[in-house]
Antibody
């Protein structure tokens, strides 16, 4: 059974930083792109960033470029999201997902809530 | 960016009746490789999203056969043949043919 467990969310002031983690199990992690999708309170889903199987390719939505960094450690079956210079509008539940090809998010974690507020 | 427009925004349905959700794209979703990367997700209240349909019409693992997807080019439809209580929540389409985007969602509720 595929399991994705996010952690690292919390309350942070504007301009602050957080590092999210996603621990994966139940599948061959190194064979899959991984994606972070977020959902602001009461809003829809928004693709944020993804990373190739070997970490050699990454993409970001424009609003987080230069502030967020996605990385992965295939030895630890984990993907990370380093979030710097956080803004109020980054407040959301952040989901870790597998991407089995062309944004087909077959599996989702339970999400971790990031709240940016003073 | 490709805009996906879902309709209706809200869909009250009667248990056992059929339901249909539309997802229209601002550009063709046919990839240069000939495939169409339009997918559907369901999010129950308080839960994470779950994939239902991938590549227009392929049902995901464990998805009941009352769910079906159809369409081509820019117009796509998700149909529920007989709505059950567990089908409430918000349904989203997304596309992976171009830079990834999601539709705004359709909220399904029981009358």
């Amino acid at each position: 059974e595929v399991l994705l467990v996010e952690s690292g969310g919390g309350l942070v002031q504007p301009g602050g930083s957080l590092r999210l983690s996603c621990a994966a199990s139940g599948f061959t992690f190194s064979n899959y792109w991984m994606t972070w999708v977020r959902q602001a309170p009461g809003k829809g889903l928004e693709w944020v960033t993804n990373i190739k199987e070997d970490g050699s390719d990454r993409s970001y939505i424009d609003s987080v470029k230069g502030r967020f960094t996605i990385s992965r450690d295939n030895a630890k079956n984990s993907v990370y999201l380093q979030m710097n210079s956080l803004r109020v509008e980054d407040t959301a539940v952040y989901y870790c997902t597998t991407d089995v090809g062309y944004q087909d998010y077959a599996d989702w974690g339970q999400g971790t809530l990031v709240t940016v507020s003073s | 960016d490709v805009v996906l427009t879902q309709s209706p925004l809200s869909l009250p349905v009667t248990l056992g009746q059929a339901a249909s959700i539309s997802c229209r794209s601002s550009q063709s979703l046919v990839h240069s490789n000939g495939n169409t990367y339009l997918h559907w997700f369901h999010q129950r209240p308080g839960q994470s999203p779950r994939r239902l349909i991938y590549q227009v019409s392929k049902r995901g693992s464990g998805v009941p056969d009352r769910f079906s997807g159809s369409g081509s080019g820019t117009d796509f439809t998700l149909k529920i043949s007989r709505v059950e209580a567990e089908d409430v929540g918000v349904y989203y389409c997304n596309q992976g043919t171009h830079w990834p985007t999601f539709g705004g969602g359709t909220k399904v509720e029981i009358k």
